[in-house]
């Protein structure tokens, strides 16, 4: 059974810091990326940040300087370090994993149940 577990949303003030973890279990194949993403209301899921198997990260504009994603290849883990977190950063954020079947190509998408991340002013 594939499962991706999430842990570390809360309610912070505006100028903290969270610190999101995904752990992912029960996954076939090879992990490729894991990345977060994030959903207010109102607004399209965005991603918000990503770490592939080559060591490769990348940011939404809106994040860089300000958060930090990393990958514990081994354990299937990946955390966001949030700081000077704003409140347009509240949000329900989402870990995903990637992987690929090394037969076909085919790409298999999980996803986590989602951690509430809530900045106030």
């Known amino acids: 059974q594939v499962q991706l577990v999430e842990s570390g949303g809360g309610l912070v003030q505006a100028g903290e810091s969270l610190r999101l973890s995904c752990a992912a279990s029960?996954?076939?194949?090879?992990?490729?990326?894991m990345r977060w993403y994030r959903h207010a209301p109102g607004k399209q899921r965005e991603l918000v940040a990503g770490?592939?198997?080559?060591?490769?990260?990348n940011y939404a504009d809106s994040v860089k300087g300000r958060f930090t994603i990393s990958r514990d290849n081994a354990k299937n883990t990946v955390s966001l370090q949030m700081s000077s977190l704003k409140p347009e950063d509240t949000a329900v954020y989402y870990c995903?994993?990637?992987?690929?079947?090394?037969?076909?190509?085919?790409?298999?998408?999980?996803w986590g149940q989602g951690t509430q991340v809530t900045v106030s002013s």
């Open positions: 995903n994993a990637r992987s690929t079947a090394p037969s076909s190509a085919f790409q298999y998408d999980y």
């Open positions: 029960g996954i076939r194949f090879r992990i490729n990326a």
């Open positions: 770490v592939y198997s080559s060591g490769i990260t």
